[in-house]
């Protein structure tokens, strides 16, 4: 692809991985940045096309680590290119898509399904991550160096834990060799039984089920401790409460090669918004407390938590409109992630680089993914934003197939106008290109 | 409009009862008020009115019960209306309806009055919020049971002349009881003294915070009380491991003649029904003189008639004609 050379002048660039954070231009041509001038005005060719983002932000295009996709399986929730539509409003410019569909990604073939299906459909660039286990039965491990070829970015369980310490081990160890992340949430199917929300007054006030924080913390501390133990590459893929943030600090202090994520919900939201039991801010983990809220935003603000997600869960009125205890888990997020971040960033809890880098060159760093920069050279992956704009999200606005957004009728301060894929517009504010 | 004694529907200005924690201690008061009138209905030969003579009620039961449903079901009857039992375990719910499917289609039939009964906490707010009509919380999940909780006050007032300042020990399976929540809300709002009196493992998080005094031993538990309800034990309990026994649990937490006798002589015993005997209460103060477990009953049927023709007919609601 080859049109004219693109300037975005004026904009307040943000790179963290270069130590940007003032007034600058960003030069892309084709699907390269080709540059970037300290100045808003550079001198520019004739033919140059000219974006002028002039009181307005500019980074590196987001990546989200974790996306659940309706596809295959589910494509009435959420399909590929459904998802990277709602990404692309998002200013998320790539994301990983998480291995639980219908069938399990847990082999090559659906890996290049996958990988082919991004290719034809999506607006973004859609990473496969593959299971540790064949079919999530935790018994025989995938394939993880043909996964790895076939383009698989990391391996995780979805949203289980792995039981069997040992199988763990041979996981950790063996994904070590091919230097492939394992991915995992904590929970303790046992220690949570049929609880739903978090274990405290508000549960016991609504009679719900609670679940306890160390259900999260326990299988967490084990597996950090195998990870310390093979030398691998662990991720702690969503992290709850204090303690959590807590132990990976601990392994992250001796040099531990472990990372973590907090999903955009456990830092704006806490058990209080589940109200009268509203099916949308089922989460797992669950909603906590207000402190454990306040700690998830310090940990990342601290760096201990390395990297912000959505946690996009599309689920539909078949598995959301039910009694809370019976309805499923997971939230929308993809259009919504920065936005809420911006509320971290307004507050004054964690400053802006800290934020682009947790959403973009951390990202990139952790899972070897191209991005997460504006380095010259780099892929052209850009958001614009203007971090002052106020609204009010909307059902009816959401581009995601499903509506399950925590953050129906929120006001943000703050919204992505344009996003940027290998130097092509693929999202402006108000309409998608594609 | 110019300022006037209340009238009812400012006492009663609710079009459900879905539990305690939305009433005021007047509304509370109001009710109980009403319901005494109504007991006479019932021990009268001719026991049924005409008030509700054309309006239909149906009872939604999600989940099994033969003593609360019975007791709705009279309760509507004596007031004239026509009474429906949704018979749920043949009907399609059990085919994967929603919850919300299953309230649009009776909604549709323009029942004047659902009586719901679910075993997930919120689900009957969930279906009054879908429907046009009055709706009932006959109990959900281990939220509330709110009309379980007014006859309980009723039994209670009768019995001692008020609420207010009673030392009542509710005990047992606290944890997984609606029972418990309702009577916990209601009785902390009537000013009375609530202790609840269960091995640790029977009681929800944070319990202290709820407003009562926490004992895990019957003889502390039980000193000096004025009311003693006991809760029912599900045999599940046992199986998750919460308590070892039915033979322990009774030597522990079962309410025998030596338990009770560190109340108050005059202590009333209760229990919501349907009991285990030899599991959490001894026969013999099941049926002893301290008993009201039959009078509970008894006024179940006077509260839901008072509840059921507030909602349906209290205050301007009488001449809103359909």
């Known amino acids: 692809m080859s049109g004219p050379p693109l300037a975005i002048v004026g904009g307040h660039v943000v790179d963290p991985v270069q130590g940007i954070d003032g007034i600058a231009s960003v030069l892309v041509r084709d699907d390269k940045i080709a540059g970037i001038e300290p100045t808003a005005k550079p001198e520019l060719p004739d033919a140059v096309q000219v974006i002028d983002a002039t009181g307005k932000h500019v980074f590196p295009g987001l990546i989200d680590a974790r996306v659940y996709v309706g596809e295959p399986g589910s494509e009435y929730r959420e399909t590929i290119a459904s998802a990277s539509r709602a990404a692309a409003a998002g200013g998320v410019t790539g994301f990983i898509m998480m291995p639980e569909t219908d069938p399990v990604i847990d082999n090559v073939a659906l890996v290049d399904f996958v990988t082919r299906t991004a290719r034809d459909t999506a607006l973004v660039h859609v990473y496969p991550s593959a299971a540790v286990t064949t079919g999530f039965a935790g018994d025989a491990l995938t394939e993880f160096g043909l996964l790895k070829a076939a383009g698989a970015v990391m391996v995780s369980e979805g949203k289980r834990s792995i039981a069997n310490n040992l199988l763990l081990r041979h996981a950790m160890t063996y994904a070590r060799d091919f230097d492939l992340v394992v991915a995992l949430e904590a929970h303790d199917p046992h220690l949570a039984a049929n609880g739903v929300m978090n274990e405290g007054l508000i549960a016991t006030h609504l009679g719900l089920a609670g679940i306890p924080r160390e259900a999260e ?139 682009i880098d947790a959403m973009s060159a951390r990202p990139a760093a952790i899972f070897g993914l191209p991005g997460g920069s504006l380095k010259k050279g780099a892929r052209a992956d850009i958001a614009i934003a203007d971090l002052e704009l106020p609204w009010v999200v909307a059902e009816d606005d959401l581009v995601s197939r499903s509506k399950n957004t925590a953050f129906e009728g929120a006001r943000f301060t703050g919204k992505v106008l344009q996003t940027l894929v290998a130097g092509r517009t693929v999202y402006t504010s108000g309409t998608t290109s594609g | 409009m110019a300022k006037a004694a209340p009238s009812p529907s400012t006492r009663f200005p609710h079009r459900h009862l879905l539990g305690i924690g939305d009433l005021s201690p007047t509304q509370i008061e109001h009710l109980l008020d009403l319901a005494e009138a109504a007991i006479s209905v019932g021990r009268q030969l ?27 079901e009279l309760a509507g009857k004596r007031l004239g209306a026509d009474v429906m039992n949704m018979a749920v375990g043949s009907s399609s719910v ?29 689900a009957v707010e969930l279906l009054s919020q879908k429907v046009e009509c009055s709706v009932i919380n006959a109990g959900d999940g281990a939220h509330e049971h709110p009309t379980q909780a007014l006859l309980d006050a009723l039994t209670i007032r009768r019995a001692k002349g008020g609420l207010s300042g009673l030392k009542v020990a509710i005990c047992g399976d606290v944890a997984h009881s609606r029972v418990a929540r309702s009577n916990i809300l209601l009785l902390n709002a009537m000013g009375a003294r609530v202790r609840v009196v269960a091995p640790s493992t029977l009681l929800p998080a944070a319990v202290e915070k709820l407003g009562v005094e926490v004992f895990h031993g019957m003889e502390e538990g039980l000193a000096d009380a004025d009311v003693v309800m006991m809760l029912r034990l599900q045999r599940e309990r046992m199986a998750s491991a919460l308590v070892p026994s039915v033979r322990e649990y009774f030597r522990f937490f079962g309410l025998d003649s030596d338990k009770l006798a560190r109340a108050k002589p005059d202590a009333l015993v209760m229990h919501p029904g349907p009991m285990n005997r030899g599991v959490e209460i001894a026969s013999a103060v099941a049926d002893g003189p301290q008993s009201v477990i039959q009078e509970q009953v008894e006024m179940g049927v006077a509260v839901r008639m008072a509840i059921i023709e507030e909602l349906l007919t209290g205050g301007n609601k009488k001449a809103a004609a359909r």
Not at chain 1, 239 to 248: E, N, P
Not at chain 1, 309 to 324: L, Y
Not at chain 2, 47 to 71: H, M
């Open chain 2, 46 to 72: 001719e026991k049924k009115k005409a008030v509700l003579r054309g309006r239909t009620q149906i009872n939604l039961f999600f989940e099994a019960s033969t003593r609360t449903q019975s007791s709705f």
């Open chain 1, 217 to 355: 913390i326990i299988p967490l501390e084990r597996d950090l401790r195998l990870a310390a133990l093979t030398g691998g590459r662990y991720h702690a893929a969503k992290l709850s409460t204090r303690d959590s943030a807590k132990a990976v600090a601990y392994y992250k202090d001796n040099h531990h090669r472990v990372t973590g994520a907090a999903s955009i919900n456990h830092l704006c939201l806490n058990e209080t918004d589940i109200g009268r039991y509203r099916t949308f801010f089922r989460l797992s983990p669950p909603l906590r407390s207000e402190e454990d809220r306040v700690a998830m935003v310090e940990a990342l603000a601290a760096g201990t938590i390395d990297l912000i997600v959505s946690s996009h869960d599309p689920q539909d009125v078949d598995t959301k409109r039910h009694p809370f205890s019976e309805a499923a888990d997971g939230a929308i997020g993809l259009e919504t992630m920065f936005a809420a971040a911006m509320r971290l960033y307004h507050n004054g809890d964690v400053p802006l680089p800290r934020l």
């Open chain 2, 94 to 122: 059990k085919k994967g309806e929603t919850v919300i499917d299953t309230a649009m289609t009776l909604n549709a039939m323009r029942p004047d009055l659902l009586v719901v009964r679910h075993h997930a906490a919120g």
